[in-house]
């Protein structure tokens, strides 16, 4: 099974690394993903205004070259789903925008929302299946209490990235158990990081990380897990000496799925 894969980025470039750590774990479960050619930043964060459509545009081609591929469209990065999917709500249902766009486009068939955007983390458990996972590790994470990370940009706004329960979100945790350790539900796991303020309201954010650390060891968790890269920057970044290790789920998934030394080859 092939995908349409939008690396964005930090994935191809301060975190190459992440995105290696995808592309074997995905052939270990028999998925592949097809990078798109030419592919552009999104960048980064959702433009809010509704008369903004030159910064969407990046977005809108990947997604036309997911449909013209007749494929699903793949991302690692949070931030990059969250910006994709949102843009494709509003090629679906915002006729200003979806006619705007296109007219900048101007491309043979019009772009109308057609393509499905999707997490890798929703592929595991939506199209590969945490028990077939499951079946795949080959290093299981065994005795190891392990905390989700979702931050904001995965699960809000809830009805149009419809990722999971923005309350209460279990599809890491499912994913910890896939993998053979023990899941640590603290009541920091959906709050922000302050990544978007980290550079200048320095100390606010590092507050924001320090509760959300204190969180997670106060209740057991013996590391974090998360799925977006500038919350792992963040959280690594202010971490302490003596504070729990801060990981990307693509790190951990390609460990236990025994592929992890193929990158580091």
Known sequence: MKYSYYPGCTLKNKAKDLDAYARVSARALGFELEEIEDWQCCGGVYPLGSDEIATKL?????LNAAKEKGQDLITVCSACHHVLKRVNDDMKNVEDIR???????KLDTPY??????LHFLEVLRDRVGFDKVKEKVVNPFKGKK??????????RPGKILQFDDPENPKIMEDLIRALGGEPVIYPYRNECCGGY???????????????????AEGFGADMLITACPLCRYNLVANATENQIPVYYFTELLAEALGVKEEVQA
């Open 99 to 105: 006619t705007r766009a296109n007219n900048y486009m």
């Open 58 to 62: 990046s977005s809108v081609r990947a």
């Open 146 to 155: 392990i905390g989700a990370y979702y931050g904001c940009l995965l699960l």
């Open 112 to 117: 109308e929302g057609e393509t499905e955007v």
């Open 197 to 215: 303020i980290s550079l200048k309201e320095k100390e606010m954010s590092k507050n924001m990380c320090d509760k959300i650390l204190e969180s």
